[in-house]
């Protein structure tokens, strides 16, 4: 193994924020990253931090990560939710992302969650197969639904 996988500490998140740019790219959002380096800096680490980060790094550089935070299920109780797992595009299939993905794992193990979740775009076969060969579950019938700036003002405004 040529790679690290270790927690994310705050001098990563410039590298960080370009594997996240380099997945706005992937899924066909380019201009959609609002998120600064100082934003994740400010809620990713401190006295409460919102969210945790793991990297995986090869010669000083980061080539993946794995960005977590908890949430709490009415039927579950505390899960994590996987916000992002991204490998850098000349990295992917070289198992980076599998030890990213075993990490998130073992973390929430580590947690004691009943569940890890996320979301998967349904035109992305290679990371659908991928969840599915490690036994993870697709639902089917649920839709993610999501207020985005504009819709809170606009709504706020309405009542």
Request: proline share 3%; with cysteine; glycine share 8%.
């Amino acid at each position: 193994m040529d790679y690290l996988i270790r927690d994310a500490v705050a001098d990563d998140m410039p590298q960080v924020l370009s594997l996240i740019e380099e997945l706005a790219i992937f899924e066909n959002e380019p201009d959609a990253v609002e998120v600064t380096t100082e934003e994740l800096v400010s809620n990713g680490f401190g006295e409460h931090p919102l969210f945790h980060c793991f990297v995986a790094e090869k010669k000083e550089e980061i080539v993946g990560v794995a960005l977590v935070y908890f949430r709490f299920s009415t039927w579950k109780g505390r899960t994590v939710h996987l916000e992002d797992l991204v490998v850098r595009e000349s990295m992917r299939g070289t198992g980076i992302g599998m030890a990213l993905y075993k990490r998130v794992m073992q973390y929430g193990k580590e947690k004691g969650v009943k569940r890890v979740e996320w979301n998967v775009l349904d035109w992305n076969k290679p990371a659908i197969d991928f969840y599915l060969k490690s036994g993870a579950k697709i639902l089917e019938g649920w839709q993610v639904v999501q207020m985005d700036e504009q819709g809170l003002k606009a709504f706020i405004s309405k009542i």
